[in-house]
């Protein structure tokens, strides 16, 4: 909390020296950490609906029989990490690499962690440019578990011919090197 001494002297630092300018000054600053607490709290409902969606998706998988198998749509895809960015709240993985149909692929994982740090949701964000000039698009989300340096990632990707894939991707931060499997979903 801020020494009250300098709270005080705030407004009249800023050449504020007005009641009404000092009462505008604490308006904004108040609309300001509310805006900031809105997009907090649309972060995580959109996290939570993702997590209600996996979920669905994954009960209504197992609800026909015990085991579930899906056909590779492409091999295994050696992706070169392009960046790796990490804060407080979530790490961000930046990759590109030839994709078979999907051409040269540029993607971004977003990792959210648990409170224990051993798993939490991901976010995926594709682009591929295709050899006729134009791009597939793939948005998805799924979760992740860490083992140690290894981070494996699940993520159901919907692609913008229509098709759904769902992806294995494994980034091992110790060796600095990931793979992205593609499996048919539809």
Do not use: W
Not at 27 to 48: H, L, P
Request: aromatic share 8%; charged share 25%; proline share 3%.
């Amino acid at each position: 909390m801020p020494c009250r001494k300098h709270t005080l002297a705030l407004p009249i630092y800023l050449g504020l020296t007005k009641p009404r300018q000092m009462a505008s000054l604490v308006v904004r600053s108040a609309f300001g950490r509310e805006k900031i607490r809105k997009k907090i709290r649309e972060k995580i409902m959109k996290q939570f609906l993702v997590a209600i969606f996996v979920s669905c998706f994954a009960s209504a998988a197992l609800a026909d029989s015990n085991s579930i198998s899906f056909k590779q749509r492409q091999d295994s895809t050696p992706m070169k990490i392009t960046s790796v960015n990490v804060s407080p709240t979530s790490g961000v993985i930046s990759a590109e690499g030839a994709m078979g149909e999907y051409g040269r692929v540029y993607l971004t994982y977003t990792l959210t962690p648990d409170a224990d740090g051993r798993g939490g949701l991901v976010m995926g964000e594709g682009r591929g440019a295709l050899k006729d000039g134009g791009f597939a698009v793939g948005t998805g989300a799924g979760s992740y578990y860490r083992e140690g340096t290894k981070f494996v990632m699940h993520v159901l990707f919907r692609i913008s011919d229509g098709t759904q894939n769902l992806d294995k991707i494994v980034f091992d931060a110790s060796k600095r090197t990931l793979t992205h499997d593609v499996y048919i979903a539809k």
